[in-house]
């Protein structure tokens, strides 16, 4: 997502659109950005609450120099050490479908460019994060990376920038700006600046403290303080005084929490990253707490600091600080409830995903997409506990099922595979479930150009569906044989194989997404044997049925058809139309072979319209994707066929230099510069109302007067079934 700097100022990368009040750190700002401008790699330290992520948040958002922006990566939610380079990938926007390491898709995304990387919270990472920057920095010359954690990365030329407590005066100053937020001015209160004193200067501390003006003085706090200091020591005999004033001072903040507000603070770290009030109130209610009650406290906790709140595209979401979420974890551990929350956020999430696949094929598809991206981590959370629980092979099944729409539809192939492969080499659970998780495993590799083990996966699949007498399995196995089959060049298998399968989804009465882009893939299969009437015919249907259920993501592949048959038909404008369309939806699904497929035919229709020199920069353009795809155009002589009638018309008119200097230039465009790029020539404004609003059919002269049902039942029944 791209940013902005405070006050507004474009800013390239993905750093929080705005930062918090900033308050001191006069000395170490310019002190921070010095040691950046002299060393590649440097690293703030300092315990929880030091304000390390804060100060370096802001020196990173004045790198305003460098070409290709400020990217942060939050692994404080990473659990896993396998996921550190995923998570960098994910921050940097990338899509790589390829079967690829993520280390590879980094490696060739940043080479050449000029960056800074902000890797924040990395401490319980720190084996895995070394390796990864110094791998990172000794092969890419034009990176910079900032690290923000407890202790050195320990990696040579390492910078390391120890920050340490607020002066006083500036401590005073937090302490009052924090106290405005509870309606109190507290001004050079004598009590208040020892109180500060005593709190060795930490923002977290002192933002706790000032949560409790609403309630007590200065003073009272101060008196309260000094009893708790007095009998904790807290963080043990090796803990530097610093960790173990904060601990103290969350200690101290604790045990000020009424019983109910303690309960909410323990159980609510089981969430990872953010969470919402729906999330809250089903996971940590019951057991002393009522779940009416849960808005209640969870204010309460938002008064002290405790729980922070934040705006975000998907509604007002919670979290807390790491150091207050470990906090309430040792607590949740010592009531000895930590399992039973444990399993209630799995089983919310675990309905979450249910719940997100089944509205994946209805108009609140945009809507899913976005409140998926939000619960990544939560997801992540749960899929890590379904799969390493004894009895958790079913839900992990299910839930990385489930999911599809997820890997699929929006671009986390990589991740997807991940997680399938763990599910179906568990011993098996509901049978029901692995069939559903190696249907899905299989699709993915598919996509990936992976076919030995797409094939592996779909023939199990189908032998067990057979076995155990379950035809939407089988009817999923043999739809995404079927699909193999089309990228392979099989054209008659592929027909008749997905021709099978939408027979055998009308005899159940399946429809959804994954129907209609069985129909889509028919339409292709038809178009390259030749028939493009019933291609025609067949995206129509799909189109229609995508506009009764306001379905976006199966529906911008019809269109991709579709245009081609416009531009096959001499209407290269009409192409252009439904081609803005299309890509515009499958750039914003993150969808990277729909949006890589999509500009390669607008290459073709740019050049059918008299301009070679843009259509060679976009076919550059495309050409730089591919290798987050696959196999450029999945290696098929079929989809092949206008890449190369683009490429030779362009060169014909351009001349050999001339075609390849524009092909350079559109290679050194981004993704979202490409998509840009392509948009602005049919009007992004026109691109963006495509997706409002959808317009007329094509209507092609051999079957304009023939309207048929979809291949799939009329009976409209949504949401993936596959066992």
Avoid at 212 to 225: D, F, I, Y
Avoid at 247 to 260: V, Y
Avoid at 484 to 491: K, T, Y
Avoid at 653 to 679: H, I, N, P
Wanted: charged share 25%; hydrophobic share 40%.
């Amino acid at each position: 997502m791209r940013s902005h700097q405070p006050g507004g100022t474009a800013a390239h990368g993905n750093l929080p659109l705005e930062l918090d009040a900033f308050v001191g750190r006069g000395a170490e700002l310019p002190g921070l950005a010095r040691a950046l401008d002299t060393a590649r790699l440097v690293t703030v330290t300092g315990p929880g609450g030091i304000g390390k992520s804060r100060l370096a948040a802001r020196v990173a958002g004045g790198c305003c120099a460098l070409p290709d922006g400020v990217w942060r990566v939050e692994l404080s939610v990473v659990r896993d050490p396998e996921f550190v380079d995923h998570a960098v990938v994910e921050a940097l926007g990338l899509t790589d479908h390829t079967v690829r390491p993520p280390r590879e898709s980094l490696l060739a995304h940043l080479a050449g460019r000029r960056l800074l990387l902000v890797l924040d919270g990395f401490e319980h990472l720190v084996d895995a994060c070394a390796e990864l920057v110094a791998d990172l920095l000794g092969r890419i010359p034009g990176l910079a990376v900032l690290a923000v954690g407890r202790r050195p990365l320990s990696v040579a030329g390492e910078q390391v920038f120890a920050l340490g407590p607020l002066g006083e005066d500036e401590a005073v100053e937090l302490f009052g700006e924090r106290a405005v937020r509870q309606g109190v001015t507290v001004g050079d209160d004598p009590h208040a600046r020892e109180l500060c004193r005593r709190l060795d200067g930490i923002p977290l501390a002192i933002e706790l403290a000032a949560g409790r003006l609403g309630a007590l003085s200065p003073e009272q706090l101060l008196e309260r303080l000094d009893d708790r200091f007095r009998v904790l020591t807290g963080g043990g005999r090796d803990a530097l005084p610093r960790h173990r004033t904060l601990r103290t001072a969350i200690g101290w903040s604790h045990e000020l929490c009424t019983p109910e507000q303690r309960l909410l603070w323990s159980r609510l770290s089981v969430f990872a990253g953010q969470f919402d009030l729906e999330a809250a109130e089903y996971v940590c209610s019951g057991g002393g707490l009522h779940s009416d009650d849960v808005l209640d406290v969870l204010s309460a906790l938002l008064a002290q600091s405790v729980v922070s709140r934040a705006e975000t595209a998907t509604g007002v979401r919670y979290r807390m600080l790491d150091t207050v979420r470990a906090y309430g974890a040792e607590w949740l551990e010592a009531t000895g409830d930590a399992v039973r929350l444990r399993r209630r956020h799995r089983d919310w999430y675990v309905g979450l995903a249910t719940w997100c696949e089944l509205d994946w094929f209805s108009p609140r598809q945009n809507e899913v997409a976005a409140r998926i991206e939000a619960e990544l981590p939560n997801l992540r959370c749960a899929l890590e506990y379904c799969l390493t629980e004894p009895d958790g092979a079913e839900l992990g099944q299910h839930l990385a099922g489930s999911l599809w729409f997820c890997w699929v539809g929006c671009g986390r192939l990589s991740e997807g595979r991940h997680w399938l492969e763990r599910s179906v080499d568990l011993e098996p659970g509901a049978e029901h479930a692995r069939l559903k998780a190696l249907w899905v495993l299989g699709y993915v590799a598919v996509l990936q150009g992976d076919t030995v083990p797409a094939l592996a996966a779909l023939q199990e699949c189908r032998q067990e569906a057979e076995r155990s007498g379950n035809p939407t399995a089988m009817a999923y196995a043999e739809h995404r044989t079927g699909c193999l089959a089309l990228v392979s060049d099989d054209m008659p298998r592929a027909e008749t194989l997905l021709r099978s399968s939408l027979a055998r989804y009308q005899e159940i009465g399946e429809l959804n997404s994954n129907v209609l882009m069985g129909q889509v893939e028919l339409a292709m299969a038809r178009a390259f044997l030749g028939d493009l009437p019933d291609a025609v015919r067949l995206c129509e249907d799909v189109r229609r049925v995508c506009e009764d259920h306001g379905e976006r993501w199966a529906r911008s592949y019809a269109l991709y058809v579709l245009a081609y048959a416009a531009w096959s038909e001499g209407d290269p404008a009409r192409a252009r139309e439904l081609l803005t369309d299309c890509l515009t939806c499958a750039h914003a699904f993150h969808d990277l072979l729909g949006s890589v497929l999509s500009l390669e035919l607008l290459a073709l229709v740019t050049v059918t319209q008299g301009d070679a020199a843009e259509a060679a920069l976009l076919q550059g353009a495309a050409a730089s994707l591919w290798p987050s795809v696959g196999l450029p155009l999945f290696g098929s002589a079929h989809y092949n066929a206008p890449h190369e009638l683009c490429e030779a018309t362009a060169r014909q008119r351009l001349g050999d230099e001339r075609y390849e200097t524009c092909v350079r230039q559109g290679a050194r465009l981004d993704r979202d510069a490409a998509v840009a790029r392509a948009l602005g020539r049919g009007g992004r404004e026109a691109g963006l109302e495509a997706l409002r609003a959808p317009r007329g059919p094509v209507r092609h002269p051999t079957a304009a007067s023939k309207t048929q049902q979809p291949a799939a039942s009329p009976t409209r029944k949504g949401g993936e079934t596959a066992g």
